[in-house]
């Protein structure tokens, strides 16, 4: 059986010169490797309790997902703003050249749920670091944040330092 490392291809110079793209949709597109990563994903979750999985947009909706089905736990999406219809909570996060912000539903997390996050990739943690804060501000208690990859040279890890954090693959550059 193939290692999950060598299901995600890797592209230079992509989106712009010296960056290696971790291109995740080449995991996708074969169900070896979606099974894998996804059971790897959980695998990180073995001892954790926990009562909802909260996926970010949108790559921890693929993720999420299924992992939230497997354990038989509820599902929440934190989307871009403006994307969910009922009444919001939002969060703006730094980005590289600019800022974002997510939403999440006001009734999405009770006070006192245990809540795991789940993406596909830790860069600079900001998107997380953000997510995290909305479970919080909700009232929810992040019980852990899994990632697929982690680009560990961009330290996005430090923004979520309070946090158990775990990723499945560690990449050293960025």
């Given amino acids: 059986m193939k290692k999950i490392e060598e299901y995600i291809r890797s592209i230079p110079d992509f989106p712009e010169p010296g960056i290696i793209f971790r291109d995740v949709t080449s995991i996708l597109q074969d169900a070896d490797g979606l099974k894998l990563a996804i059971d790897s994903m959980q695998d990180c979750l073995k001892d954790v309790d926990v009562d909802v999985i909260v996926g970010t947009e949108s790559r921890g909706f693929i993720f999420g997902m299924p992992i939230a089905y497997n354990l038989h736990k509820s599902f929440v999406p934190v989307r871009k703003k403006g994307k969910l219809p009922c009444e919001t909570v939002s969060a703006s996060y730094d980005l590289e050249y600019g800022k974002a912000e997510i939403e999440i539903h006001k009734d999405a997390i009770k006070p006192g749920q245990k809540v795991v996050i789940i993406d596909d990739l830790i860069a600079t943690g900001g998107t997380v670091e953000a997510a995290a804060k909305l ?11 899994v990632f697929l990859m982690e680009l560990a040279g961009l330290e996005g890890r430090k923004k979520l330092e309070k946090y158990d954090v775990a990723s499945v693959i560690r990449y050293e550059g960025k």
Avoid: C, F
Wanted: glycine share 18%.
């Fill in 135 to 145: 479970v919080e501000q909700l009232g929810g208690v992040v019980v852990k944040i």
